[in-house]
């Protein structure tokens, strides 16, 4: 029934799509598919018990987690979808996009959604596996909708990484298949059926099965060395697909992993499995913040934070720490769409990302550059916002494992806390000697950054109690603590 609603859904959202003729009906129903999405699936989590079956077999299933996930995605697609009014309509205007490729960008935009939905709502991990790549494709098509020859090798890059990289996980999960047969004599894939008898199979095959699908999804995450796509493709796109890619589609790696890693955690190879997490998380951590040094792009130094978040997260997940890294995803999508949209006005101000042709932007756009300003202070970590408690508790719990990890870990934190402030007083305080004409921002692009703004102030000082309840279900459900 839920599967039935959401494809009639998406189905006639297409046709809209399809046969109108007005740019504003088309964003307006995209608008209302996110809508829609938030509504259905926050009515499961409030009046249903969990989990619930959504296909035959179990292969897709509802459960708390999945519907967080659902819920995080639902408001980043809202949000650009609203900032995608104006955006586009100046994109256009400027001839940076192509009338002939609307129609392209709202149903890859929308089917994109709905496979967001679909990879979330795979108990069945070969599933996942084919509504992942699926991703793959709708992001890089959004990616070369710009009138640009870079986003096309931009999108190229991406394909061709995270797809061969998913070429591993794929090997993976055949690992996994013959594995779970030695336990009843029948082989599943079903995550709910494995995490029952994940203690019970071999926990050599167990692992290879972890370390082959991790090197997929941690493609599919940015996390070094499989990184290389994301700065590219993240700069090029349009800002408020950069803020998808971000905040959105990045989670579905990261999501995986932590999938596969709570079914191998409870045995004999879960150590081995944690020490492996933790390296790549902190050389991530590592090669995101150094990279971040050099960069005078705006958006390229916003992607590679993404980069170095990426990586925190593994060490999250390394140590255990279930509760922070679920809040952790929250508040880096909340607060990576503040940025790229923010980044986006600014762009269309100056007609560059790069510092030196930024100017006079407190001036001429102060709400956007407010909302760098908010983002970039949110984004280190700082107290009073939400990224500040996942990464105090996760650092906790480093040194409490190690204490010279600890101060490895935050020496980079430092130095990518210093490249965004460096990057941010130059671009906020660097003035022109001719004076520059205001750029008209359309009040649709200055919507979602108020919003965003207002929730991660709510965020940094209040812990809802809902959320928190919520929070604790998904981490009972997954480590039993």
């Not at 509504?131 to 870079?150: D, G, M, Q, R």
């Amino acid at each position: 029934m839920i599967l039935a609603i959401i494809i009639i859904i998406l189905l006639a959202v297409s046709l809209i799509v399809l046969f109108s003729r007005s740019r504003k009906t088309m964003n307006y129903v995209t608008v209302l598919h996110s809508l829609s999405i938030i509504l259905i699936y926050s009515y499961l989590l409030l009046r249903f018990n969990l989990p619930i079956s959504v296909l035959k077999n179990n292969y897709l299933m509802l459960d708390a987690f999945s519907i967080y996930e659902i819920l995080i995605a639902g408001i980043i697609f809202l949000l650009a979808a609203i900032y995608a009014e104006g955006y586009i309509k100046s994109l256009i205007h400027e001839k940076e996009f192509n009338k002939t490729n609307i129609k392209l960008f709202y149903l890859s935009y929308n089917f994109l959604l709905f496979s967001m939905v679909l990879v979330f709502s795979s108990n069945n991990l070969a599933l996942l596996w084919i509504f992942a790549e699926i991703t793959t494709i709708l992001s890089a098509t959004l990616i070369v909708t710009l009138n640009a020859k870079e986003n096309i090798v931009a999108a190229m890059k991406y394909v061709f990484i995270t797809s061969t990289a998913m070429l591993f996980s794929f090997i993976g999960l055949i690992f996994l298949f013959a594995a779970s047969k030695s336990v009843n004599g029948v082989s599943t894939l079903n995550w709910d059926v494995l995490f029952s008898i994940s203690q019970q199979i071999s926990p050599q095959l167990l692992f290879f099965s972890f370390i082959f699908m991790f090197i997929g999804f941690a493609a599919k995450s940015g996390i070094v060395p499989f990184h290389t796509w994301l700065p590219p493709s993240h700069s090029k796109a349009a800002s408020d697909v950069s803020a998808l890619l971000s905040g959105v589609v990045l989670n579905i790696g990261i999501y995986a992993i932590i999938r596969m890693y709570v079914l191998i955690a409870p045995t004999s190879m879960g150590p081995a499995a944690s020490i492996i997490l933790m390296i790549f998380g902190i050389l991530t951590v590592a090669v995101a913040s150094l990279s971040m040094l050099v960069r005078t792009n705006l958006k390229k130094l916003i992607a590679y934070s993404s980069v170095e978040n990426m990586g925190f997260m593994l060490i999250g997940i390394a140590l255990g720490n279930m509760f922070w890294v679920l809040y952790y995803i929250l508040a880096h999508a909340l607060v990576k769409a503040l940025l790229f949209f923010s980044a986006g006005i600014i762009h269309r101000q100056s007609g560059s990302m790069k510092a030196g042709n930024i100017k006079d932007i407190l001036k001429l756009q102060p709400l956007a550059c407010f909302g760098l300003i908010i983002g970039s202070i949110a984004i280190i970590g700082t107290p009073l916002f939400p990224i500040f408690f996942p990464k105090f508790y996760i650092l906790t719990s480093l040194a409490q494992s190690s204490l010279l990890l600890c101060l490895l870990v935050l020496f980079f934190l430092f130095v990518a806390a210093g490249s965004f402030i460096w990057l941010i007083i130059n671009l906020t305080t660097f003035q022109g000697k001719e004076k520059i004409e205001k750029y008209r921002i359309y009040l649709s692009m200055k919507i979602p950054i108020i919003i965003l703004i207002v929730i991660l102030f709510i965020l940094g000082v209040y812990f809802p109690q809902g959320l928190q309840n919520l929070l604790k279900i998904i981490t009972l459900k997954l480590t039993g603590n």
